[in-house]
Structures are given as C-alpha cells and as structure tokens.
C-alpha cells in the first residue's frame, strides 16, 4: 500500500505549484535527513512486519583481499530463500510484484523469484551524504524542461516532491566514484532460445558532478561523459560512441564515430525511442542503464511509494558463467536474488502532441540507493508489452550499490529478451579508475582511438 501522509502532501504540492519550477525543501524538512530519513532520503526504520530491516549504514567494508577490477564475492552466499513465488502461488503477493513481474509468472509456468531477507546495502562516502544535505534546501528543478540547478556532488532531491525529481535522483545517484571503466557483453536470447553475442565493448565514463574537490560554483553543468569503445563483432570493431549530458537537457551532445566513414559525427538521434544498436535494435536508447538521456515527452507524476520485490544485491548473478545465467525464456531463476524493499513509483505518461512507440512507463526507484530496480513499458494500446530489470551489483569497495551494470529487457509479447552491461564472461569487472585527462572525454580522442 502506497503512504497515505505522502499522498496528502504530494496532493497538496501539485496544487501549490501547478507543475512548474519546484522549490527546495525547507530547513526543517532537509534536518530530517539527520533523524528519521537516512542522508540519502530514505526511511530509517524497518517496516511494521520487519520484512524490511532499519538501515544501519549499508555495506562498506570490502573482503581484505579483494583488488579494483575483481569480481565481487557475494556477501550472503550461505543464505537461502525465505520463500518462492510461482504462477500458482503469486495471488498472495499481488501487493508486492510490479505488474511485468505478474505476466513473467503468468507467462511462464516455470519462472519463479527466490526472495531472500532484506539487506538495506546501499552506501556512499560521508562526503556524499554532506553535500545531499547542502542540496535538499537549493537543489530546483524545472519541470516542464527538466533542468537542474543548485545541485551539486550529492542526491539532489532526497526529499522529492515529484516524478521528475525522482529520476534526476537516478541521473545524479552515487555509482562508487568519479570515474569508471566498465567493460561488457550484451547478450540476446531470440524467442527461440537462442542465445547471441550483440556487442563487446568497453565503456568509460566519468561524473564531474562528483568531483570531490569540486562545488556548486564551479560545476559547469556537465554531470556525465561517457565513452564506449566497441570490439564485437568484428564488423563493427573500432567504432565508438561520445556522451556529453548536462543538468540542462537541452546542452547534451552525442556524437558517433563510424569506422566505414572514419569520422566522428553529431548525433542527435542517440535519444528517445531511437533502437538501440548496442543491442541490435532491441532495446530503445532512453532504455539503456535504465534510463538514458531526458524524459521530458512526458509527463511524470510522483504515485508514491510502496513495498515491492525486486531484484536486489545481485553479485552473485555476476559471478556465473553467461551460459549459466542467460537462459531461454528468462534468466536463471536460481541466480537471480529478490529482496523486499521500499521504492518510489513514477509513472511517466506521453504528452498530447509527442511520439514515442512506449507511451507509458512505471518506474520503481529504490529508496536507498535511487537506482532503477524495475520499468514497465506499455504500448499505444495500453497492453504491457516489455519490462526493463537491473541485478543491482553490490560494491563495498566503493561503496555503492548500482544499476549500471547487468541490467536488460524482457519483451513480453514475443519471450525474447537481453542482459546488458554483462562481464559474466569477462576477467574485469565494473570498477573506478583513475581520472584520466580532460581531453579523454572528447570527439577527437574517440576518433584517435578507434581508428583501426
């Protein structure tokens, strides 16, 4: 069930403000996050059942021997489910499944979630946590353009008071430090069970809105670059991608480097419901990592929040083999860990006039970590027809908890499906590195590097 005393303040917002530019919370509001909020926003206390613990600070100690790169150990390898949940027994958990969640179990008579106690993991520096307190009483947005202002090196908006604040909370989130190499596969299972390698590839990406030596006044409004280099196939080998995304949506800039045309070259296009070629066209490009770019062709509203299952605390998942975890129909229910948590649901709804071939969306954003944990898509006929998934990675080392890696997409009506930002098969695994120079992040240095 959904918080009764937020629905009456978010009522209570929209009528003061009308949907327009939204003003920070007050002083007394922010010094909650010192009391019953933890300093990223969420609610301190467990639930009434106990189902879902208290914080009591997330994960932040790594294994003595781990090394940057490594994959992670799972920290609850010797704990077994509480319970399953199958098409035949869902009808007691109605409340906590997400409606994707529902036709998996319906679709599949096979599907089934392992739902384990509840760990509230999710962590960040003290740093992190003081500069999201400075930003709960001067972060702003507004929300016909999306654009951010007065947030800096922290979550913007702990203490959200629309839909649109809760997804710059996921563009601004914590992901472990201020640069990060992630090398990847994508892989794809067709409706027939077959399984196909879509892409290799390395991606790098830095957040200079978390530049610790930074503040407010020198943040020059770019939070995000990001650079992917691609190695599979080897038909489109050499070729890369540039992402420049800015708390002001429309100073964004991509731009594609094409081994054929050996040159780089706008991209506009690297947006929306644009098919993603990463994926081979499967997914949409405001898909990937969640979500990917602005969302300003439609109109969000804050629901509220609620108790749902989902996937959560995943390093297990991203310790097996590919072979082991992507299986026809569905992932690996036995890899594959669910939790109990709080999260946020905002459902985005296409604006009169605009197009997209997904007009309407259910976000679930995790209360701890402002990750995307779930999306449902539905179709212009109302029928939900794909619903994105992330296997949270656990990072201690850093410490984090984030949706960038392992995250995919289940088409509901054909049974095809993928699993992207995998290093499954791979040696390294998703971790910061040092910050290369501030010529890295740039057109021409893509192209130097991706000249074969």
Known sequence: MFNKNLMMTLCSLALLTGGMAQAAVSPDQAARLKTDLTPMGAERAGNADGSIPAWDGGYT????????????????????????????????????????TKVLLNKYPDYRLDVYPTHRSAAA???????????????????????????????????????????????????????????????????????????????????????????????????????????????????????????????????????????????????????????????????????????????????????????????????????????????NPDLVRWEKHRVWVVEATLKSGKRHVVPRRTYYVDEDSWQVLLVDGYDAQGRLGRQMYSLTLLAPDMPALTAQVMWGSYNLDTGAYFLNSSSNDLKEQYHAVERPSATFFTPDAMANSSIR
């Not at 077994?80 to 098409?87: G, N, Q």
């Not at 069970?193 to 290799?200: C, D, E, F, H, L």
């Not at 070729?239 to 949506?249: A, K, N, R, Y």
């Not at 979500?291 to 998942?317: M, S």
């Open 125 to 331: 520096p003290q740093w992190v946590y003081d500069n999201t307190f400075a930003n709960a009483t001067r972060a702003q947005v507004d929300v016909p353009t999306e654009k951010v202002s007065g947030a800096y090196g922290g979550i913007p908006f702990p203490i959200p008071q629309n839909g649109a604040e809760v997804l710059w909370n996921y563009r601004l989130s914590w992901q472990g430090g201020d640069t990060i190499s992630a090398p990847f596969d994508t892989w794809l299972m067709t409706a027939g069970g077959k399984k196909v390698q879509a892409t290799r590839a390395k991606f790098s990406y830095q957040f200079p809105y978390y530049f610790k030596e930074g503040n407010l006044e020198s943040f020059g409004g770019k939070y995000q670059w990001g650079k992917l280099y691609t190695e599979l196939p080897s038909s489109k080998a050499g070729e890369g991608l540039m992402t420049h995304w800015d708390v002001d949506p429309a100073a964004r800039a991509a731009w594609q480097y094409l081994v054929g045309q050996r040159r780089v070259r706008r991209a506009p296009n690297i947006a929306y419901d644009t098919p993603d070629f990463v994926t081979s066209g499967v997914g949409l490009f405001d898909e990937a990592f969640m979500i990917f770019g602005p969302t300003d062709r439609y109109d969000l509203k804050l629901v509220g929040k609620k108790e749902l299952l989902v996937p959560y605390n995943n390093n297990r998942a991203g310790l097996a083999k590919s072979d082991d975890l992507v299986q026809p129909r569905f992932l």
């Open 61 to 100: 100690q790594a294994p003595a021997d781990y090394k940057s790169g490594d994959k992670r150990a799972d920290p609850f390898a010797g704990e077994k489910p509480l319970y399953r949940i199958t098409a035949a027994n869902m009808g007691q958990y109605g409340e906590q499944l997400a409606e994707g």
